[in-house]
């Protein structure tokens, strides 16, 4: 392939660990608040409730929301569900923050370090931009721009987020590859002509699974990480 | 004042010396290709073209372009007027490109990596996001998010930008804090309620003068470069 000019990268579980962050930090909050409860289950609850909730504002059921409106309402259903009635509204809005404060995998931040010196690099996430941005700040992720689903409005895998992404860089699609652990996000990103890397990311669910491997073979590079990404970029 | 928590940086005078970049550019074009041009005063039309250009968009004459196609255009018109016919189409763009190549003020860099141990720091600029995105880049400017008059799709002074980027950052205006070398940016992002900082850049114009110097008090900090205004947010 010829090389891209541009790296968008998907970000909860291709940059960042969600699980494990959310596991930390809902142990530390327990440990001070004195609560018992299945932390991972509850990261896993989160998560799987943002598709859902996503998916009533793609539909139009629900007018715009971001990532962090989506999360704060899951959280309060979640709360309830799983017995845990002591929290404050402070307290709410601290634990809904977790998630501008999710750890990047360990070769997360030298890989993109790697990867900066050669091409523009940058978010091409559904997070909100404050959320990418203090993310980002805490955990030294060196990106040249953050870009996010809500500045066009609609959530990947729509097609105006890859394309607008594209046009906002000034590079066609087929100069731009969109790196991500999953391959839905890949398949619409090729399907609008940009070019894609899989990475490998087989403990995003805390234990290895068949959830992070490939069906097809139908992207342009294959990485067991960040490193390995960019040795096969040049980079 | 209470401290801010992010702070939003104008780009062209107050962060980047435009017209000393775009004679160092012009006058290594010339030398490459035996061309005679008063650099000085072809930067001062180019920028000069600027704001009509700008203003036939922000009245609605002319349908939404970005900084990079309105500087295209303006150098179209200069290109005839000086007199300079030599340029192939790959020229001409790579010399609109020189606004992506803009070199920062002396004490920009450190300055704003001060900042950054303690705020937000963001571009608000006029500027493209592909053109911020690049000169940060080429020039090192530690941003932890650009945010442009592009992603509103008008531009400044009007107040959406100054909302609109406090919105995405998630931060109040009364937390944002507005640097430029401009009183007219100023102004407006205070009639937005954010805080303001002007920045003195005397040279802005290649010489000394009473352009860069505000006429009213109505600042919440003056200073004479970035390292001052680190000093007196206290990072």
């Given at each position: ?31 001070r ?46 709360l309830?569900?799983f ?7 402070a ?136 490193n ?8």
């Open positions: 392939m010829n090389p891209p000019r541009a790296l968008l990268f998907d970000v909860f579980g291709t940059v960042v660990d969600w699980r494990g962050s959310l596991v930390r930090e809902g142990r530390a909050l327990a440990a608040r004195g609560l018992d409860v299945d932390w991972p289950a509850f990261a896993d609850a989160w998560r799987a409730g943002y598709r859902p909730a996503m998916d009533r504002v793609r539909s139009g059921a629900q007018p715009w929301m971001t990532i962090d409106q989506l999360h704060r309402g899951i959280l309060e259903e979640l309830a569900r017995g845990i009635h002591e929290l404050s509204e307290e709410r809005n601290e634990l809904n923050r977790a998630w501008h404060r999710l750890r990047p995998w360990p070769d997360a931040v030298r890989g993109l370090k790697r990867l900066k010196t050669k091409f523009i690099i940058a978010t091409l996430s559904n997070g909100n931009m404050s959320l990418l941005t203090e993310m980002a700040k805490h955990a030294g992720l060196p990106w040249d721009c953050i870009l996010s689903a809500e500045l066009f409005r609609c959530y990947k895998p729509d097609p105006q987020t890859y394309l607008g992404a594209c046009a906002l860089l000034g590079t066609g699609p087929d100069e731009t590859l969109m790196v991500a652990a999953h391959e839905e996000d890949l398949a619409a990103a090729r399907g609008n002509g940009l070019r894609t890397a899989f990475v490998r990311r087989p403990r995003e669910l805390g234990r290895p699974s068949g959830y992070n491997l490939p069906r097809d073979n139908a992207f342009d590079v294959v990485a067991d990480d960040f390995h990404l960019a040795e096969q970029l040049g980079a």
